[in-house]
Nanobody, 111 residues
Framework: VQVVESGGGLVQPGGSLTLSCAAS????????VTWARQAPGKGLDWVSA???????WYSDSVKGRFTISRDNAKNTVYLQMDILKPEDTAVYYC??????RGQGTQVTVSS
């Protein structure tokens, strides 16, 4: 059972990125998948989740800017991030099948 995050990078404020969380060993449509982030020197910050029934959740800090979705055929969950701000800079992690976490993907928002 594992998840692999990808799609991070350097983007200017106001820009967009799409993160991917590719799952294996479990089915994303049957499990809650969550995105969290950790900025340097700070604790883990829960960002968004998608549940097995398709319901979604967003933290107040990203609501209206981030969109979580999944592709059942690819067994992958995505996090579309728009109107990025410098405070969104962090390592982004995907959690699935309970507590399985990937290695993370770095997102840096800077001019």
């Amino acid at each position: 059972v594992q998840v692999v995050e990808s799609g991070g990078g350097l983007v200017q404020p106001g820009g967009s990125l799409t993160l991917s969380c590719a799952a294996s060993g479990f089915t994303v449509s049957s499990s809650a998948v969550t995105w969290a982030r950790q900025a340097p020197g700070k604790g883990l910050d829960w960002v968004s989740a998608i549940y097995n029934d398709g319901a979604t959740w967003y933290s107040d800090s990203v609501k209206g800017r981030f969109t979580i979705s999944r592709d059942n055929a690819k067994n992958t969950v995505y996090l579309q991030m728009d109107i990025l701000k410098p405070e969104d800079t962090a390592v982004y992690y995907c959690y699935g099948a309970g507590s399985v976490r990937g290695q993370g993907t770095q997102v840096t928002v800077s001019s």
